[in-house]
């Protein structure tokens, strides 16, 4: 069982950054593969970043994000690391952590991001 952390989120106006940290409980955390997720109100859960546990694997984005937000990990602690630059309103979700192997088996509780106009 993992436990994921996540923390950092908080009220920003447009144009302004936030850094969202996930730590997990495990030790064997350099083993699992993190991504990042969000859910806005009234819409579905959507896929924002992705880090492999492979060392040599390259990040993946969604669309939206790409050029504005950057994963990053900290396998010394732990640690998942969502950088936000240049966010917009459409940010505006709670976002959510999550770890695995082949699927994403363990979630976070959810930090919320509000982005205003």
């Known amino acids: 069982q993992v436990t994921l952390v996540e923390s950092g989120g908080g009220l920003v106006q447009t144009g302004g950054s936030l850094r969202l940290s996930c730590v997990a409980s495990?030790?064997?955390?350099?083993?699992?593969?993190m991504g990042w997720f969000r859910q806005a109100p009234g819409k579905e859960r959507e896929f924002v970043a992705s880090?492999?546990?492979?060392?040599?694997?390259?990040?993946r984005y969604a669309d939206s994000v790409k050029g504005r937000f950057t994963i990053s990990r900290d396998n010394s602690k732990n640690t998942s690391y969502l950088q936000m630059n240049s966010l917009k309103p459409e940010d505006t979700a709670v976002y959510y952590c999550?770890?695995?192997?082949?699927?994403?088996?363990?979630w976070g509780q959810g930090t919320q991001v509000t982005v205003s106009s």
């Open positions: 999550a770890a695995g192997l082949n699927t994403y088996n363990y």
């Open positions: 495990k030790q064997t955390f350099r083993t699992y593969n």
């Open positions: 880090s492999d546990r492979w060392v040599n694997s390259s990040p």
